[in-house]
């Protein structure tokens, strides 16, 4: 289904902005909407109905990294400070808020069903139980750069994302269409430790990625996530002159 066909159907419009005013106030930076019919083609047991059976909306919020940390990375310093403030306290912080969000349409009648971030994590297929970032890309929040990551309008990969299923009829926001990755920016692969990408086609790849994070299948946990792809890249940097 294309956007005009979607613009054809009939949404819940008030309900659409007050979730959105919600996620507002509780100082998301981020918020879009995807209708289920955007997920189409989703590998068979990560689709956003195999969590929530009467899926029709997906919710993607985000909130901002703090640029400070990102600042001081590097390979040798730094990396448990990011992953404690980038990652388990923000995908705390994201949770909390998507299960408001969660509860506010449970309120109103409706399902609801919040993806926690991260984990549970699939470490032989490297994924997880849903993807945030497919998620944020039909939500309209942004596109897919070189790195693997979301790279957004307002902050370049420099964000995180939480999602929130439900069985309401929300207004879905339009995607975006332009590339936002410069063909001609290679930033992310020139630092990248492990060069994790295949030589030939210049795919990313997961498995050297999370090798060199030290993920722990058994633990669920990132032991040292890197972040330097983040970093240098263009877009998302705020002039500091």
Same mark, same amino acid.
């Given at each position: 289904?294309? =956007?005009?066909?979607?613009?054809?159907?009939?949404?819940?419009?008030?309900?659409?902005?007050?979730?959105?005013?919600?996620?507002?106030?509780?100082?998301?930076? /981020?918020?879009?909407?995807?209708?289920?019919? *955007?997920?189409?083609?989703?590998?068979?047991?990560?689709?956003?109905?195999?969590?929530?059976?009467? @899926? =029709?909306?997906?919710?993607?919020?985000?909130?901002?990294?703090? %640029?400070?940390? &990102?600042?001081? /990375?590097?390979?040798?310093?730094? *990396?448990? @400070?990011?992953?404690?403030?980038?990652?388990?306290? &923000? %995908?705390?912080?994201?949770? &909390? @808020?998507?299960?408001?969000?969660?509860? $506010?349409?449970?309120?109103?009648? %409706? *399902?609801?069903?919040?993806?926690?971030?991260?984990?549970?994590?699939?470490?032989? +297929?490297?994924?997880?139980?849903?993807?945030?970032?497919?998620?944020?890309?039909?939500?309209?929040?942004?596109?897919?750069?070189? %790195?693997? !990551?979301?790279?957004?309008?307002?902050?370049?990969?420099?964000?995180?994302?939480?999602?929130?299923?439900?069985?309401?009829?929300? !207004?879905?926001? #339009?995607?975006?269409?332009?590339? &936002?990755?410069?063909?001609?920016?290679?930033?992310?692969?020139?630092?990248?430790?492990?060069?994790?990408?295949? #030589? +030939?086609?210049?795919? $990313?790849?997961?498995?050297?990625?999370?090798?060199? =994070?030290?993920?722990?299948? $058994?633990?669920?946990?990132?032991?040292?996530?890197?972040?330097?792809?983040?970093?240098?890249?263009? /877009?998302?940097?705020?002039?500091?002159?």
């Amino acid at each position: 289904m294309n =956007q005009e066909e979607e613009g054809n159907m009939q949404y819940d419009e008030q309900l659409t902005c007050s979730i959105k005013k919600l996620a507002e106030d509780r100082d998301v930076d /981020l918020v879009g909407v995807a209708s289920i019919d *955007r997920f189409e083609g989703a590998p068979k047991g990560f689709h956003p109905k195999d969590l929530l059976r009467t @899926t =029709q909306s997906v919710i993607v919020i985000a909130r901002k990294l703090l %640029n400070g940390i &990102l600042d001081e /990375l590097s390979p040798e310093s730094q *990396r448990l @400070t990011y992953k404690h403030h980038m990652y388990a306290h &923000l %995908n705390t912080l994201n949770t &909390l @808020t998507a299960f408001e969000l969660g509860r $506010f349409l449970e309120k109103q009648g %409706n *399902r609801a069903f919040v993806v926690q971030p991260t984990t549970p994590y699939h470490a032989h +297929e490297f994924r997880g139980v849903m993807s945030h970032r497919h998620a944020a890309v039909k939500a309209g929040l942004g596109v897919f750069g070189k %790195n693997n !990551l979301i790279l957004t309008k307002e902050f370049g990969p420099r964000q995180r994302f939480c999602t929130i299923l439900t069985d309401a009829k929300l !207004l879905p926001d #339009p995607m975006i269409e332009e590339e &936002l990755c410069k063909k001609e920016c290679f930033e992310c692969r020139k630092i990248c430790p492990v060069q994790a990408w295949d #030589p +030939e086609s210049g795919k $990313f790849s997961k498995p050297g990625c999370a090798h060199y =994070q030290k993920w722990n299948r $058994f633990d669920q946990e990132c032991k040292e996530p890197c972040g330097l792809c983040i970093q240098v890249c263009p /877009l998302g940097k705020e002039d500091k002159n």
